[in-house]
Nanobody, 121 residues
Framework: QVQLVESGGGLVQAGGSLRLSCAAS????????MGWFRQAPGKEREFVAA????????YYTDSVKGRFTISRDNAKNTVYLQMNSLKPEDTAVYYC??????????????WGQGTQVSVSS
């Protein structure tokens, strides 16, 4: 079993930055693919970013490329999402997820409880 706890959300003005953290407990290591998803009010949950197991290859949805950076610290069992140049459309609940497989856009087995990110214009 893997438990994921997100933190770092909050309210920020457009153009600002936030860093989300996802602390993993249980049996986690670099063999897990880690992802970030978000869900805005009235919308479906969408993929934001992921980092592959072992090789740390990163993936991003087009709308966040160049602004968000996903990284992982295996020694701390923590995954980060650095979000810069935030826009009001980035407002959502952000979820951390983990899976053993290699497909990064879905099929995640474990999810955190989510952290709210609100960006004011």
């Amino acid at each position: 079993q893997v438990q994921l706890v997100e933190s770092g959300g909050g309210l920020v003005q457009a153009g600002g930055s936030l860093r989300l953290s996802c602390a993993a407990s249980g049996r986690t290591d670099s063999s897990y693919t880690m992802g970030w998803f978000r869900q805005a009010p009235g919308k479906e949950r969408e993929f934001v970013a992921a980092i592959s197991r072992s090789l740390d290859i990163t993936y991003y949805t087009d709308s966040v490329k160049g602004r968000f950076t996903i990284s992982r610290d295996n020694a701390k069992n923590t995954v980060y999402l650095q979000m810069n140049s935030l826009k009001p459309e980035d407002t959502a609940v952000y979820y951390c997820a983990a899976r053993k497989g290699t497909y990064v856009y879905g099929g995640y087995d474990y999810w955190g409880q989510g952290t709210q990110v609100s960006v004011s214009s």
